[in-house]
């Protein structure tokens, strides 16, 4: 009895792992570029917030959204085998992201990512704007750190006009 309902569970374990590996590459670019654009409007939200009038509660819920997105974690939208193809535009995902021996960097930047969004969220719960300002510009830099490496440079991927004659 005990052995039959542990076939039926890998089963249903099986299953679920199968529909997963069938997700569609399209399905799996676009969310990620609108996971990437939720975190961005966020970031958005919190800049505006340092730059002009500072709202805490704002700021709080902003990081929050950004908080548990980087918990649910990154890497989960960086799925083999799409690297190419097009989500809400052409993806500009480098084929270097999915490379097995880059595994470790990837792993550095996602996990610097995740550390520095958790510091950011509980600053802007327990620090004053000066403290939040001061990680916003470190959490920032995680960024420009994954995309140097990770993400195909968006003014690169437009072809150079002709030149003049
Ligand atoms: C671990 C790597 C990594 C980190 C960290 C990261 N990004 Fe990205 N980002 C990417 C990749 C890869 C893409 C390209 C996604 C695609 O087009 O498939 C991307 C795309 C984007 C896009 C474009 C989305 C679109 O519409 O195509 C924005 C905006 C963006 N990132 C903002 C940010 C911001 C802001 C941060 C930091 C708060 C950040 N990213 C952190 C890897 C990262």
């Not at 500009?92 to 999915?98: G, I, P, R, S, V």
């Not at 595994?103 to 990512?113: L, T």
């Not at 969220?121 to 001061?134: E, Y």
Request: proline fraction near 3%; hydrophobic fraction near 45%; charge should be positive.
């Amino acid at each position: 009895m005990k052995i039959k309902h542990l076939v039926i569970g890998c089963s249903v374990l099986l299953s679920a792992h199968s529909a997963m590996a069938q997700q569609k590459p399209e399905d799996v670019i676009r969310n990620r570029q609108a996971t990437f654009n939720v975190i961005a409007a966020n970031v958005g939200r919190i800049k505006a917030n340092l730059d002009g009038d500072y709202k805490k509660d704002q700021v709080v819920k902003a990081a929050a959204v950004i908080q548990a997105i980087a918990n649910a974690g990154l890497n989960s939208l960086f799925v083999a085998g799409t690297d190419k193809g097009v989500g809400y535009h052409e993806s500009q995902a480098k084929a270097e992201l999915f490379d097995p021996a880059n595994s470790k960097k990837v792993d550095e930047v996602v996990d610097n990512f995740n550390e520095q969004a958790n510091q950011l969220a509980l600053l802007t719960t327990i620090g004053d704007k000066a403290a939040v300002q001061a990680q916003f510009g470190k959490f920032r830099a995680t960024c420009k750190a994954c995309h140097d490496s990770f993400r195909v440079d968006s003014t690169a991927a437009t072809p150079a006009p002709a030149p003049a004659k």
